[in-house]
């Protein structure tokens, strides 16, 4: 059996990444991923990924939603950064409204990852009813407290929740 926590922290861990997200709302529900992250371990967010040396955080943004989602985006506003911090992880999330343009809404893979490895175990869209329910610690902490969708696109600035010290 693989040991997937070790498998991402040799992809993933030990290193500063920068990340693009895309935040998409459809009928007041917005589009996340659930990853698995290791053994009975689980992260909710959107759909998003690191970045590639060369291409711009748009560039970057539309090719992620299209791997992990089906999705073609259009990528509008700027929303926020974000620090994430939870050792081995650690990246600097910049965040984005984007609106959907084509494609067809499927679960898709990570192309670092082998077939038979892949993080991602579901899609969909969730209202804040679905996100309320979901533990804590199996959601990114954005979403921790949140009341309404409507909140996401009033969030400005910097956040890193003091470098999610969920152990």
């Not at 991402?8 to 991923?33: C, S």
């Not at 929303?79 to 067809?104: D, N, S």
């Not at 990570?110 to 869209?125: H, K, M, N, S, V």
């Amino acid at each position: 059996m693989i040991n997937l926590e070790k498998e991402i922290e040799e992809k993933f861990g030990g290193r500063l990444r920068t990340r693009v997200n895309g935040v998409l709302i459809r009928d007041n529900k917005i589009l996340m991923i659930k990853h698995m992250m290791g053994k009975e371990k689980f992260l909710w967010n959107v759909p998003g990924g690191g970045m590639k040396y060369g291409s711009s955080a748009t560039e970057n943004l539309k090719r992620e939603f299209l791997e992990e989602t089906g999705l073609e985006v259009e990528v509008s506003n700027f929303l926020f950064t974000y620090e994430y911090l939870k050792k081995p992880l650690h990246a600097v999330e910049l965040y984005f409204e984007v609106k959907e343009i084509g494609g067809h809404l499927q679960m898709g893979t990570d192309p670092e990852l082998a077939l038979d490895r892949q993080l991602i175990t579901e899609i969909g869209f969730l209202n804040i009813e679905n996100l309320a329910v979901i533990k804590k610690e199996e959601k990114h902490q954005l979403f921790w407290g949140i009341k309404s969708l409507k909140e996401i696109g009033m969030w400005k600035g910097y956040f890193n929740f003091e470098n999610n010290s969920l152990t």
